[in-house]
């Protein structure tokens, strides 16, 4: 059986001041600022003891890890592999991460993901139990791009596009940018040897840091209520939930983050990053720098929803957008929360599958990704935009 972690549980709920409780609630969880600071709003009425929890998260997040030993005894910990020495790097501004560097070099928060299909075995089937796929026995789960002094890296990404003409019903023509997946068009420069047999690689872009304290109080209740695995109610849309292995709670349930929506929960999420994208590795570490990094990412506003487009609101209602991206939950202190998303994994075709399962989700599942904030990307990136999908290669 692999090896399971228990972190004790982050135990939040926005521990309002007395005071805060009389204010409007889109006061406390909303911001309407125009900055490329709009994600990193902490929500209103922290009392003293949250505040300083947020703090030192905040630091944990932002300042970057070093290798132990170091003179410094709070951040030492990274590697000796890692992808980034900063949560920061990945997600620039809490926001979405760029798919390249100023530079024009591939950025870490472009990562690659390692798997293989189960021989069957009962170690194979306890890993996919509570890891939820299977990490080759060469490199791992994830590729490590940077080494500490004297470490070797493991690999570089590569990422090669083809053009690809796409017709409309009406006619219509354009021209999209696929990546190639063939192997060596994805990775190159392996240091420690060939990738195992048979070994199933799927990029993903570090995603924006936005609500993820609200979509933890959604219930397990909520999400399956929209649960439709069979197209019962004909809409020609069927939808699932993740059922997941959760190490902070050392137990099975909703999994509500990543792209297969493969975690139940932000510690969950902070843990799984801390040691794949960092390598952060003092034992230590689990307990009060995990809590708090979560805790801080809990604990951040989310933008105000300010929908001016109608037409594009009745186009967007009309198409049957709103099947998968629900605009709306109701938490059960009566917020109404807007992530425009059901939370549950839909068939998005074997043109998007990745080759990849993670516990329930197949291979050509994905969670319906929440919208809310979308229109902030360009002020979180800043400059970054403009590279975001500018200056790759052909084929």
């Given at each position: 059986?692999?090896?399971?972690?228990?972190?004790?549980?982050?135990?939040?709920?926005?521990?309002?001041?007395?005071?805060?409780?009389?204010?409007?609630?889109?006061?406390?969880?909303?911001?309407?600022?125009?900055?490329?600071?709009?994600?990193?709003?902490?929500v209103?009425?922290?009392?003293?003891?949250?505040?300083?929890?947020a703090?030192?998260?905040?630091?944990?997040?932002?300042?970057?890890?070093?290798?132990?030993?170091?003179s410094?005894?709070?951040?030492?910990?990274?590697?000796?592999?890692y992808?980034?020495?900063?949560?920061?790097?990945?997600?620039?501004?809490?926001?979405?991460?760029?798919?390249?560097?100023?530079r024009g070099?591939?950025?870490?928060?472009?990562?690659?993901?390692?798997?293989?299909?189960?021989?069957?075995?009962?170690?194979?089937?306890?890993?996919?139990?509570?890891?939820?796929?299977?990490?080759?026995?060469?490199?791992?789960?994830?590729?490590?791009?940077?080494?500490?002094?004297?470490?070797?890296?493991?690999?570089?990404?590569?990422?090669?596009?083809?053009?690809?003409?796409?017709?409309y019903p009406?006619?219509?023509?354009?021209?999209?940018?696929q990546?190639?997946?063939?192997?060596?068009?994805?990775?190159?420069?392996?240091?420690?040897?060939?990738?195992?047999?048979?070994?199933?690689?799927?990029?993903?872009?570090?995603?924006?840091?936005i609500?993820?304290?609200?979509?933890?109080?959604?219930?397990?209740?909520?999400?399956?209520?929209?649960?439709?695995?069979?197209?019962?109610?004909?809409?020609?849309?069927?939808?699932?939930?993740?059922?997941?292995?959760?190490?902070?709670?050392?137990?099975?349930?909703?999994?509500?983050?990543?792209?297969?929506?493969?975690?139940?929960?932000?510690?969950?999420?902070?843990?799984?990053?801390?040691?794949?994208?960092?390598?952060?590795?003092?034992?230590?570490?689990?307990?009060?720098?995990?809590?708090?990094?979560?805790?801080?990412?809990?604990?951040?506003?989310?933008?105000?929803?300010?929908?001016?487009q109608?037409?594009?609101?009745?186009?967007?209602?009309?198409?049957?957008?709103?099947?998968?991206?629900?605009?709306?939950?109701?938490?059960?202190?009566?917020?109404?929360?807007?992530?425009?998303s059901?939370?549950?994994?839909?068939?998005?075709?074997?043109?998007?599958?990745?080759?990849?399962?993670?516990?329930?989700?197949?291979?050509?599942?994905?969670?319906?990704?929440?919208?809310?904030?979308?229109?902030?990307?360009?002020?979180?990136?800043?400059?970054?935009?403009?590279?975001?999908?500018?200056?790759?290669?052909?084929?």
């Amino acid at each position: 059986m692999p090896k399971r972690h228990s972190y004790s549980i982050v135990i939040w709920g926005l521990l309002l001041a007395s005071s805060a409780l009389a204010q409007p609630m889109d006061s406390i969880y909303t911001t309407g600022i125009n900055t490329n600071k709009v994600l990193m709003q902490e929500v209103e009425g922290l009392n003293d003891e949250a505040q300083d929890k947020a703090m030192l998260g905040f630091s944990f997040y932002h300042i970057p890890w070093v290798a132990s030993p170091a003179s410094t005894t709070a951040r030492d910990g990274l590697g000796p592999l890692y992808n980034a020495n900063t949560c920061i790097a990945c997600h620039p501004n809490n926001g979405v991460g760029s798919v390249y560097e100023d530079r024009g070099n591939i950025s870490p928060a472009y990562i690659l993901k390692l798997s293989i299909e189960s021989n069957g075995s009962m170690a194979h089937e306890s890993e996919l139990k509570y890891n939820g796929f299977i990490a080759p026995s060469a490199y791992g789960g994830q590729i490590s791009t940077q080494g500490i002094s004297a470490v070797l890296y493991e690999a570089k990404p590569r990422l090669v596009y083809v053009d690809k003409e796409i017709a409309y019903p009406d006619g219509t023509k354009v021209q999209l940018s696929q990546p190639r997946t063939e192997t060596e068009r994805m990775i190159g420069d392996l240091q420690y040897g060939a990738l195992s047999e048979g070994t199933i690689i799927s990029p993903r872009l570090a995603p924006a840091l936005i609500g993820l304290g609200l979509l933890e109080l959604l219930s397990d209740a909520q999400i399956l209520a929209n649960e439709d695995r069979d197209d019962s109610n004909g809409d020609g849309i069927s939808g699932k939930a993740n059922r997941v292995y959760s190490p902070s709670y050392d137990d099975f349930r909703v999994g509500r983050y990543t792209s297969k929506a493969s975690v139940a929960s932000v510690l969950d999420q902070t843990a799984m990053a801390g040691h794949e994208d960092m390598g952060l590795t003092r034992e230590d570490l689990p307990q009060h720098r995990l809590e708090a990094i979560a805790f801080y990412l809990q604990n951040l506003k989310v933008p105000k929803s300010i929908i001016r487009q109608k037409e594009g609101e009745k186009l967007f209602t009309s198409l049957s957008c709103i099947h998968c991206h629900r605009p709306a939950f109701t938490l059960d202190n009566g917020y109404v929360i807007r992530p425009f998303s059901d939370m549950l994994l839909h068939d998005m075709g074997e043109g998007l599958s990745d080759g990849r399962s993670e516990f329930d989700a197949s291979q050509r599942e994905w969670r319906t990704a929440p919208l809310w904030g979308i229109g902030k990307s360009s002020l979180t990136l800043g400059k970054r935009q403009i590279i975001y999908m500018m200056g790759e290669p052909k084929a």
